[in-house]
């Protein structure tokens, strides 16, 4: 009888407000994701000293998950914080009946966000030039203030406002 032994694993990350269980997410450097390493024996035969290593995650993972009997599913998941943009691949390794290595990967992705936003300020008086720093009037003589907002990041801003307490 031919043996034919399998190896699957899924990988998956999911941070502060994320779908549990996809292969992308967008996080904040220091926020913490939990990344999920679902092992299943998908072959005819028991597996051996199965193993699941991601060297790129800091820690680092290898967790020897012992023998996985035919059909059996196991799940591992791990908090690490994010520390920058993380493509990575996780494999799971086992081995059949006679020794012989069978292996499988899998790649997530965590996209550190960089969210930014720029605002310029400038006056106009009756005469000036616009758009500048700094204009002489005469007291109550109407000046034009202008702001320019800019998304300077890499991802949406919601309820973007401009104050300034000093002009009225």
């Known amino acids: 009888d031919l043996i034919a032994p399998a190896i699957l694993v899924a990988k ?22 939990t990344y999920s390493f679902v092992v299943t024996n998908a072959g005819d035969v028991a597996l051996t000293n199965v193993t699941v290593v991601d060297t ?16 059996q599913v196991v799940t591992v998941s791990v908090v690490r914080a994010i520390g920058g ?11 059949d009946t006679v020794g012989n290595p069978v292996t499988n990967a899998d790649t997530a992705v965590v996209d550190l966000i960089a969210p930014a936003i720029l605002v310029a ?24 203030y202008s702001f320019v907002v800019q998304n300077s990041g890499d991802v949406a801003l919601t309820n973007v406002t401009v104050v300034d307490t000093l002009i009225s």
């Open 12 to 33: 998956t990350v999911s941070g502060t407000g994320a779908v549990p269980g996809v292969e992308s997410v967008q996080g904040t450097n220091g926020a913490p994701v």
């Open 56 to 71: 790129l995650i800091n820690p680092a993972l290898n967790t020897n998950l012992g023998t996985l009997a035919v059909g």
């Open 121 to 144: 300020k400038t006056v106009s008086a009756s005469g000036a030039v616009p758009g500048v720093e700094s204009v002489q009037g005469t007291n109550g003589a109407p000046v034009t």
């Open 85 to 95: 943009d993380l493509t990575n691949t996780a494999t799971a390794t086992g081995y």
